[in-house]
């Protein structure tokens, strides 16, 4: 079956003969035939019905997880839980080019260090910019624990555009945790190490030589970019700095950092010392950092900072003198410090407590104001104790790790890492309000929203780092368990496992799904790593090829179904470079490129314009071709690279003698005509109906008509070629006629199918 009679049996479909007559044949099952068949009972179709998403429709959260050791991100929609993306961030993927042309390359550029690529990344805290506590959908950042780096993301297009390095530290945790306006992204760093780089300073010199930090990138939101310049690093001692959450409302200006290793312990079980789990546990108590942000700025802006690496660091003793950082003794090894949404409380979880501690805002300014310190620490910073800044301390269960807010007020969830549960609190009255467990041993937790000023509540994730006996095995490699779960309601319900096949994701921010707006189209000639016109777009009509010596710059262009240009030559040796510029408009319409055995591939979506580069060190054939299966002749979407011997001499070769004549030629104009007919009918069902009430077909009709638009320059050439009877070009330009034909049918096509499925009416003559 040709591809235009396919298309008339769609047509004679689509006009109303057959679906009727096919499902009368089945017998219909009903919902209790199915709930037998496959075992369900009422609860697991009340949770169905909470997750499941019918065809068509949306989520209504948009979440973004870190993809762990993946060195990427993975966006999934709540509550249907279906992955929408894995977005590239400190790893090539191929799938987006991402590490293999050139305008990604030059992101990844950015995340080297020591002037060496580092291809993964273990990203742990993804965060979601805001205005005014809430999030504005517009950006999100994320760490690399392993390699001290930062990641900026554009939602406007979900492609990473920046990689900044931290010049001091060599590991880094506690971030990304943005301010509330997004002014600084924190960043705190995890495993102490001498700020210098590439300095040699024995574990002896721990306490005097080590140390750790908290970076605050200024972040500029109309550049969408991380400002190094502007950004700076309070020193603090090497006591493992952990988590960190900003103030906000009552508590904006401040941030909060924990440690776990207070003790300052060093190892060394092959010398016959205890180890670190135990070294960095005896003591009962750790130090959580309260810093004023906002004064720490302020110093730097008035140049009391000096530079370590390129980078502004207010050293300790300035920070002490300065009043702008105080630590408070938190229970043993805590993990999670998290922020109530009105800013007043500070929850921190001691991993090796059952309780949750609740630390009061209020309190803790109070005690700086009266200059109220139980003491020092050893390097003069100044301790606030623990009794004067309490609030509460709630009895949760073993293991508390992380915890989010709710919608209602002085509702809280932590996740209990060993009894492998979620506890639902009241940070207010300090009491359990219920417990539901999770399959198995919980993490990070995350409810909609939950880290913000205004939390919406509904659902909420249980990050689960085993799956054990939740999937279908897969090897001693198990995916990890995101659960969904129902907090809508007093009592929490399990709704749905969710494998994550893609590295250990530690936390997952979502946002409310309207609030995401990114674009279906770049301005033609883009290059959307840097938001710039790429100096290497060409509009139709304009593509060429540079040759200079020892290489060839190409300006081309993809659009459906071919390549422009569909031969490049070259001489063994040369730097090749291929500028491609997509010049679709229609929605989802997305080119690939690639040449063969030259490991470089793009993704050019709609208006992008992307570069290809490589050196031409082999002699041989090498077939290009789009990789994306774009139309119908996507097959035929195709080139090839000639990389000839040096010193190659030209051969006459014969021309081909002619393959078609007379009849061939009418046969096509026969077709063109026929497939005219077929269109007609499309448009005139399209024109007959409130076509124009619906974006989504106006943008296809728009479509359609720009390949029929194309189709004029190739109709003059048959008729032309026709007439000096030229069967051979007046046949094929015939055949590229109806090419743009069967495209524009195809899209015809979609939009009749969206109209009848949404209901458009006939509209008046
Ligand atoms: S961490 Cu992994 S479970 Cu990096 Cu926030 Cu707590
Ligand atoms: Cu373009 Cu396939």
């Known amino acids: ?9 769609t047509l004679a479909l689509a006009a109303g003969m057959g679906f009727a007559a096919v499902s009368s044949a089945w017998s219909a099952e009903s919902l209790q035939d199915v709930m037998k068949r496959r075992g369900l009972s009422q609860q697991d179709l009340l949770a169905a019905s909470k997750t499941y998403v019918p065809t068509g429709k949306r989520d ?17 929609g709540i509550p249907s ?5 894995y977005i590239g961030v400190f790893t090539p993927e191929p799938w987006q080019g991402y590490g293999f042309d050139e305008e990604s390359k030059e992101v990844l550029k950015g995340g080297r260090i020591d002037g060496k690529d580092i291809t993964w990344g273990d990203t742990h805290h993804p965060a979601l910019s805001e205005t005014n506590g809430k999030y504005d959908g517009q950006f999100l950042f994320i760490n690399d624990k392993a390699n001290p780096r930062l990641a900026v993301i554009d939602l406007r297009d ?15 945790h506690g971030g990304a945790f943005v301010t509330p306006n997004t002014d600084y992204v924190i960043e705190a760093s995890q495993y102490a190490t001498p700020f210098a780089n590439k300095k040699f300073v024995p574990l002896e010199r721990f306490n005097e030589e080590y140390r750790g930090g908290v970076t605050y990138w200024k972040f500029d939101r109309k550049e969408g970019k991380i400002d190094v310049k502007k950004s700076f690093t309070l020193e603090l001692p090497p006591y493992s700095q952990d988590l960190s959450d900003a103030g906000k409302l009552a508590s904006d200006g401040w941030s909060f950092t924990n440690s776990f290793c207070t003790e300052r312990y060093v190892g060394g079980i092959e010398k016959g010392r205890p180890p670190y789990e135990a070294g960095c546990s005896a003591k009962d108590t750790d130090y959580m950092h309260v810093i004023n942000w906002k004064k720490a700025a302020e110093l730097v802006a008035a140049g009391k900072a000096k530079k370590v690496n390129g980078m502004d660091v207010i050293p300790m003793d300035v920070s002490i003198k300065e009043g702008i950082l105080f630590l408070i003794p938190e229970p043993k090894s805590p993990h999670g410090v998290d922020v109530t949404p009105d800013g007043k409380f500070i929850t921190v979880a001691g991993k090796l407590d059952t309780h949750v501690s609740v630390y009061s805002f209020e309190k803790i300014m109070a005690a700086i104001k009266a200059g109220k310190f139980e003491g020092k620490d050893p390097y003069g910073i100044p301790v606030i104790s623990m009794q004067d800044t309490l609030h509460k301390q709630v009895q949760l269960g073993l293991g508390p790790l992380h915890t989010q807010y709710d919608s209602k007020k002085c509702v809280a969830y932590t996740s209990l890492y060993v009894d492998s549960q979620v506890a639902k609190w009241d940070y207010c009255e300090g009491k359990v309000l219920d417990k539901i467990s999770i399959h198995y041993n919980i993490g990070h937790l995350m409810t909609m929203e939950g880290d913000t000023v205004d939390p919406k509540g509904h659902y909420l994730v249980a990050l689960n780092k085993l799956a054990i006996d939740r999937f279908n095995p ?3 490699l198990h995916p990890q368990n995101h659960q969904l779960i129902d907090i809508s309601n007093d009592k929490m319900q399990l709704l749905y496992d969710m494998p994550i096949p893609l590295g250990e994701p530690h936390y997952v921010v979502a946002i409310d799904a309207k609030m995401l707006k990114p674009g279906i189209r770049y301005k033609v000639g883009t290059n959307s790593r840097t938001d710039k016109p790429s100096a290497g777009a060409v509009r139709a009509g304009e593509e060429h090829t540079d040759k200079k010596a020892g290489k060839v710059e190409v300006f081309g262009t993809l659009i459906r179904s071919h390549i422009t240009p569909e031969t490049i030559e070259a001489t063994v040796g040369d730097e090749i470079t291929i500028h491609l510029t997509n010049l679709e408009r229609a929605e989802d319409e997305t080119h690939g490129f690639t040449v063969s055995t030259y490991n470089v591939h793009a993704s050019a979506e709609p208006g992008k314009t992307v570069t290809v580069k490589f050196k031409a060190d082999k002699e041989g054939v090498y077939p290009y071709y789009c990789t994306e299966f774009c139309s119908a002749l996507h097959l035929e979407m195709q080139g090839y690279l000639l990389v000839k011997p040096k010193g190659y001499k030209e051969v006459k070769v014969a021309a081909a003698k002619a393959d078609y004549n007379k009849a061939d030629y009418d046969k096509q104009v026969k077709k063109i005509a026929d ?6 009918s499309v448009v005139g069902f399209i024109t007959s109906h409130n076509y124009k009430d619906f974006p989504d077909v106006v943008a296809l009709v728009e479509d359609a008509t720009d390949q029929l638009g194309r189709m004029k320059e190739a109709k003059a050439k048959h008729e032309e070629s026709a007439k000096k009877q030229d069967w051979q070009n007046a046949t094929l330009w015939a055949e590229q006629v109806w090419q743009y034909q069967v495209k524009a049918a195809d899209i015809g096509l979609r939009a009749k199918t969206y109209l009848e499925e949404h209901g458009a009416k006939k509209v008046g003559k």
Not at 3 to 8: A, D, I, M, V
């Open 81 to 85: 839980m279906r992955i929408l993306k």
């Open 474 to 476: 897969v090897g001693p």
């Open 158 to 172: 979900f492609e990473t555009k920046q990689i900044v390095v931290n010049p001091i530290f060599k590991s880094e």
């Open 60 to 76: 209504e959260f948009v979440a973004f997880s870190s993809g762990g050791q993946s060195g990427q991100v993975i966006v999934y």
């Open 1 to 9: 079956m040709n591809l235009f009679t396919k298309q008339t049996a």
């Open 675 to 680: 497939t005219q007919a077929v269109i007609d």
